[in-house]
C-alpha cells in the first residue's frame, strides 16, 4: 500500500533563500561554467555555498578523494543548507564510499540532486540511510544553458513543493509481464546502469528486492548492456524487482550504425518474466525530468490510452507543514 501523506513527511521542502551546497564528487569542469552555474542556482532564489578549492582537478577527478570527501560530509553533515546539487558527473562518486560508510548517519535529512557518475550517492542514501533522492540535472547543465525552459520549470516546482507528484504518463510496456499489469507500487531506485553495476560485490550492492528499478544509460553497446545485465542477474538483484523502468538509452549504436540495446533490454527481461517499461523522461537526454528516489510510487494503465501506462512518483516533503 502507499504511505499516507502523513507518512510521507521525511524532509522540509525548500523555500527561496534557502542555502544549497554544491560539491563536486566526481570530474571537474571549467571554473567559468562553476560561475555561470552558481548564478543559474541564484537565479531560482536559492543561496549557494561552494568550497574555495572545488577545482582542483586531480587527474580524471575534481580533486583529491580526501577532499572530495572532506566536502561531501561537511555538506550532509551541515544543519544550515536544505539540499546538496552535484555540480557533474563524470567519475569519481564511488570512490568516496568507503569513508562514507563509515560516517555515522546524521538526524536531519536534506535532498541530494543529480545524475550519472551520482547514482552512487543515490545507492547509498536510499539503502544505508533511507534518505530519498532526486534523480534531476546536475548543475552545470543549468549554467550551460542546456535545459529546456519548461524542464528546468518542472525541476524548480519540484523543489519547491509546488507539485506534490511527477506523473510519467507515456510509458510503453516492453515484455509480455509488462502489458499484464493492473497497478503496481513500490519505491523506485536505481540510475545509470554502469554505476549501478559497480555496486555489485561491494558493501553498497544493488538490493531489488520489492522496489522498482530505474535504469538509463548512453555510449554503451548491446553486449556491454547485457554483460551488466547477465552480472545483475548472477547476483539476484533481479529475483524479486517488481519492475523495471527505463530511461533514455541513446549512442548505444554498433559500430555498423545499428542500435541493439533496447532489442537487448527487452529480451533480457522477457526471458525473466518481469515487467519492463521505457518512458521516463531522465538520463542523458535533452530532457531530465526529475525523478524521486525511494519515495512511494505506482504504475497504472494510463487513462488517456489503455495501451501506455503512468507512473507517478511522490514528493517526499512535507507538503502542509512547510519548514518556519
Keep these: 500500500m502507499l504511505k499516507s501523506k502523513k507518512q510521507l513527511k521525511k524532509i522540509s521542502k525548500l523555500k527561496p533563500g534557502d542555502l544549497i551546497d554544491v ?23 536559492f543561496r549557494v555555498r561552494v568550497s574555495k578549492d572545488i577545482l582542483k582537478p586531480d587527474l580524471f577527478l575534481s ?10 560530509k561537511r555538506a550532509l553533515l551541515a544543519k544550515d543548507s536544505q ?60 549554467g550551460l ?23 510519467f504518463d507515456r510509458l510503453t510496456p516492453l515484455t509480455a509481464a509488462a502489458r499484464k499489469v493492473k497497478k503496481l507500487e513500490g519505491s523506485v531506485i536505481g540510475g545509470n546502469l554502469m554505476v549501478i553495476t559497480s555496486s555489485l560485490g561491494t558493501p553498497n550492492q544493488v ?14 553497446r548491446g553486449y556491454r548492456i547485457d554483460r551488466c545485465l ?25 559500430p555498423n550504425g545499428i542500435d541493439l540495446s533496447w532489442q537487448t533490454l527487452i529480451q ?13 523522461e531522465t538520463g542523458h537526454a535533452p530532457i531530465q525530468r526529475p ?19 503512468q507512473m507517478v512518483v511522490y514528493s517526499p516533503y512535507e507538503i502542509l507543514k512547510p519548514r518556519k
Design 23 to 45: 560539491i563536486a564528487p566526481g570530474s571537474a569542469t571549467e571554473p567559468e561554467t562553476l560561475k555561470k552555474s552558481v548564478g543559474a542556482l541564484e537565479s531560482m532564489g
Design 63 to 72: 580533486n583529491s578523494d580526501q577532499y572530495r570527501f572532506h566536502d561531501l
Design 83 to 142: 539540499a546538496i546539487w552535484c555540480l557533474r558527473g563524470g567519475y569519481g562518486s564511488m570512490r568516496l564510499l568507503p569513508a562514507l560508510n563509515k560516517l555515522k548517519k546524521p538526524n536531519h535529512k536534506k535532498l541530494l540532486i543529480g545524475l550519472s557518475d551520482i547514482s552512487s550517492l543515490h545507492l547509498f542514501l536510499n539503502q544505508k540511510w533511507n534518505w530519498p533522492t532526486l534523480h534531476g540535472p546536475l548543475v552545470d547543465r543549468l
Design 145 to 167: 544553458g542546456l535545459l529546456s525552459i519548461e524542464n528546468q520549470a518542472e525541476v524548480r516546482k519540484v523543489l519547491y513543493g509546488e507539485i506534490a507528484e511527477v506523473v
Design 207 to 220: 538490493r531489488g528486492d520489492g522496489k522498482i528499478l530505474f535504469f538509463e544509460e548512453m555510449s554503451e
Design 230 to 254: 547477465q552480472q545483475m542477474k548472477q547476483a539476484g538483484v533481479f529475483r524479486k524487482v517488481k519492475a523495471v523502468v527505463l530511461g533514455d538509452f541513446i549512442k548505444c549504436e554498433e
Design 268 to 280: 533480457f527481461f522477457e526471458e525473466l518474466h518481469i515487467p519492463l517499461f521505457k518512458g521516463i
Design 291 to 309: 525523478l524521486f528516489l525511494n519515495t512511494p510510487s505506482k504504475i497504472s494503465k494510463s487513462v488517456i490510452d489503455q495501451s501506455q501506462f
